[in-house]
């Protein structure tokens, strides 16, 4: 299976403070995602990226920046935290082709303080 | 637009009986429909996908039917049991694959 790993697991920072959420990849695939999950609105895209260096807005992309310097890795900036910002965040890759699986990793808990 | 709208939100069943959720899409050009199955604590992991060139899929309990027409898109899992009982995601994406959108999520719970 697809291998999607991020760090950190749980991060808690303050407000103001600047995070970085990072996410690495190991199956080539071209396509990558970062998404946040909260109660009531199911996953929402914030960016993604079709291949490196790459980086595109999803649907919620105010308050973040993404990266995507190669393509294995893909993150996520929160330049300014804010307490709206307290989610899990999932980073998930993909290929399109005749398998359009995404492969998520295994979440980041963030809180902001 | 690009929603995807979830319904129900919750849904509980007994143990043996079928499950239903269902899905629309605002995007025309969607033409590719998977579903995700998220345990407690864990990430989501595809079940069952349908292309927009097919308007029924089957695979080990799992039905998944596509109205192009009216862009909607449903589930529906027979025979549930209690290792059911999950978080279920619908999604959309569109030509090219790049952007796939997920649905609000349904959480069913399967009683015994």
């Known amino acids: 299976e697809a291998a999607v790993t991020q760090s950190p697991r749980n991060k808690v920072a303050v407000t103001g403070g600047k995070v970085t959420l990072s996410c690495n990849q190991t199956?080539?695939?071209?396509?990558m995602y970062w998404y946040r999950q909260d109660t009531g609105h199911g996953l929402r895209l914030i960016h993604y990226?079709?291949?490196?260096?790459?980086?595109e807005k999803g649907d919620i992309p105010d308050g973040y920046k993404a990266s995507r310097p190669s393509q294995e890795n893909f993150s996520l900036i929160l330049e300014l935290a804010t307490p709206s910002q307290t989610s899990v965040y999932f980073c998930?890759?993909?290929?399109?082709?005749?398998?359009?699986?995404?492969?998520f990793g295994a979440g980041t808990r963030l809180s902001v303080l | 637009g690009e929603q995807v709208e979830q319904l129900p939100s919750i849904l509980r069943v007994q143990e043996g009986s079928s499950a239903s959720i269902n899905c629309t899409y605002e995007?025309?050009?969607?033409?590719?429909f998977p579903w995700y199955k998220q345990e407690p604590g864990e990430n989501p992991k595809l079940i069952i996908d349908i292309r927009s060139n097919m308007e029924r899929k089957q695979t080990q309990g799992l039905i998944v039917l596509l109205d192009k027409k009216a862009k909607r898109f449903s589930l529906h899992i027979t025979d549930t049991q209690p290792g059911d009982s999950a978080m279920y995601f619908c999604a959309a994406g569109g030509t090219g694959g790049y952007k796939v959108v997920f649905g609000s999520g349904t959480r069913l719970l399967v009683s015994p």
């Open positions: 998930a890759s993909g290929h399109w082709g005749d398998q359009n699986t995404l492969y």
């Open positions: 199956n080539n695939h071209n396509n």
């Open positions: 995007n025309s050009a969607s033409n590719y």
């Open positions: 990226s079709y291949g490196a260096g790459s980086t």
